[in-house]
């Protein structure tokens, strides 16, 4: 039997009323292992009832089938939604929530939920939820972290809670307090509510974009889901590539930089936003938060500083550990996991399960920190580990793609995929990651390349060099290499990122087996950067966040753990965490070569020193440039030489046996040889989520 919400009506003495407005009345086809009552109501023993209110005051029993995602679907134009469609949207979603599952049905309206429980494992968190005169119905991705606080806050102003979810928190905050409850919620969220009184939609994203929010408009019909293929699935939305984000991936390696996705017709609602949609058309989008642009002059000892910061950074783990189930930490042995998992060990009191991948290679190995770590706990921690073979990477990557949506632009999507996999195989749903403070404290080393571009616009020059020079000597490349790093640094001093895009996306595109013809039509990126706080570190950590790197690695982050029903939670982008780091003098997150400095003076002594004093950020990744020399080559071989591919229209046939030939280079450069992954992702794109090639497209 095809997935469906079958839905009938009745009046509160259990008589069986008429259609009303609002409700669908739907009958399901005889099955031969069901059974009627007396009324002649089909009754599946192995499915369950819950009930609810229509807008009319009848009793609404719904029958739960099989369900997936977060998906929905309005109809502005009156027409109702066919349950089909609905359960397309939502049973393509299904690796995101094994639990529970469910849909609500009104007319033009379908909302469809697919649940992985963390909070309140009982069936009173059943979603799509209403309230208690069925006037709202929400359907919820997420976590709201302080939703105890809020909920007492609720109720000493008379709100009265059915459940212990924090679905429920969410729905009646959204009664109390308007559109503005999203300013009230610290946590990873995406949520529709349905408000039949006002006629709207109003969809909200959290802050960062931690958890995904994808949207289309056609015609009439809007369309939501938490992954693209959600709405793909409607049928109804056409599967057709966007060229301009095509050729800045490729170009640029950048993914996520904007709301544009790989798909033409399909956006996604910007972090820190609301979009409300009205029954006529109209949409309001509204941002509900920002990161301060102006620092606050407070004077404050580095000492004071530093209290703060450690105790929000310690009050977010602790919110963050709130679970039902077990919850385990992502732990590549480098300074924020480890910190993560440090704090972690005091808010549980059994030991804490930690994930770690690594590779055979000097770069890529990170069990001797992560073994100095376990060893420091004494106990607190039970270290788990996997390490990625070539040959069933190379299997994975069509299923990789399909879950993505996308093509992927880096070492960090694989080996995150092969943790969510060891994750999912010893049992646990929840994990702490340490995604956001790179980006917040400035822990990238292309940071001290920013601080140093301060200087060189004060008219420090030796300084910088000097900076410079010793980062260049820390990597073992001594003088000259300071030298030319000046140079750049120089530019970036005084260049805007629209020009540093330009230089880098056409010297780049260079290499490439690109048609002349197609390239030419997208040679301005059109990236918005974050400028004008007076600072080239303040941008660029602002521009990091909401730009650069920080999307597409909470896009990495959710797609790899969703794929497996793993909750991965990121204690770092605690908005209240956020506002701390970047109010932070700069000394305390960027001083010489020394990035993140406040976080190691927070943990030093209750980490190994390695881990501490360690001045290079450690790569956490896949070692592409390696595996070239082995059989990755033959693979991208096939890809690339492939009929498909060279029918591209952004291929230039004739180039193509220069790009072959590069292969050994690719096993010595890094750039290289990312120039070569992101074509064969681009081609298995192309082949899995537009085209839908049965040979490729995962079960």
Known sequence: MSSATFAVTADQNGDAGERTKGSTQLHPVAHSHAETNSRGWYIYPSLRFSAAFSDR??????????????????????????????????????????????????????????????????????????????????????????????????????????????????????????????????????????????????????????????????????????????????????????????????????????????????????????????????????????????????????????????????????????????????????????????????????????????????????????????????????????????????????????????????????????????????????????????????????FVESAAADLVRSGRVPEAFRILSMLEDRRGTGFAAGARRLIKVAGRAFLSRDHLFEIEGRWNAAGLPLSQEWSSQFRRFDITTIEGTGSRLDDDQRTAMFVTMLPYLLTFEDRASMAFSIESRVPFLDHRLVETALRLPRHLRVDGTTTKVALRRIMKGKLPDEIVNARLKRVFGTPYEHWFSEKLSDFARDILTSHTFLERPFVEKRKVPRLVASFPAAARSRRQAFNIWNLVNLELWFRVCVEQNAGVVPN
């Open 57 to 446: 005051g009848k009793r609404l029993f719904r029958i739960e089938l099989p369900m997936c995602g977060i998906a929905g679907i309005w109809q502005r134009d009156g027409r109702p939604v066919s349950p089909q469609m609905i359960s397309a949207m939502t049973d393509v979603q299904a690796h995101r929530g094994p639990d529970d599952r469910g849909t609500y049905i009104s007319g033009d309206l379908a909302l469809g939920h697919r649940r992985l429980a963390i909070i309140d494992l009982t069936e009173t968190g059943h979603q799509p939820m209403s309230n208690r005169d069925g006037t709202l119905w929400i359907t919820y991705n997420g976590e709201v972290y302080n939703y105890v606080e809020l909920r007492a806050e609720l109720e000493a102003g008379g709100a009265r809670f059915r459940s212990t979810s924090d679905t429920e928190v969410l729905i009646t905050a959204y009664e109390q307090w308007g559109e503005s409850c999203v300013e009230r919620f610290n946590g990873i969220f995406a949520f529709v509510i349905w408000d039949s009184r006002r006629q709207t939609l109003f969809c909200a994203r959290d802050r960062f974009g931690v958890k995904p929010f994808h949207f289309a408009e056609t015609g009439p019909s809007f369309l939501f889901a938490s992954e693209p293929k959600g709405v793909l699935a409607s049928g109804i939305v056409p599967r057709e590539p966007d060229w301009r984000v095509v050729y800045r991936y490729l170009a640029l390696n950048l993914l996520n930089v904007d709301n544009n996705t790989f798909f033409s017709s399909i956006r996604k609602l910007p972090p820190a936003h609301t979009l409300t949609v009205h029954r006529n058309g109209r949409s309001v989008l509204r941002r509900y938060w920002d990161i301060p642009t102006v620092r606050s002059g407070e004077q404050r000892s580095d000492a004071e500083w530093i209290e703060e910061y450690e105790a929000t950074l310690k009050d977010s783990v602790r919110l963050q550990m709130r679970s039902d189930v077990p919850v385990g930490v992502c732990l590549s042995g480098g300074l924020d996991s480890t910190s993560i998992t440090r704090i972690a060990t005091e808010f549980s009191s059994i030991p804490t399960k930690t994930f770690t991948a690594f590779l055979p290679h000097p770069l890529y190995d990170e069990r001797e920190p992560v073994n100095a770590f376990t060893k420091l706990t004494n106990g607190k921690t039970e270290p788990h580990f996997i390490s990625p073979e070539l040959d069933t990477w190379v299997h994975e990557l069509p299923k990789v793609v399909y879950h993505h949506d996308e093509p992927h632009a880096g070492y960090i999507a694989s080996t995150q995929w092969e943790v969510m996999r060891l994750v999912h195989e010893r049992g646990v749903k929840v994990v702490l990651d340490g995604q956001g403070s790179d980006e917040t404290l400035g822990g990238y080393n292309f």
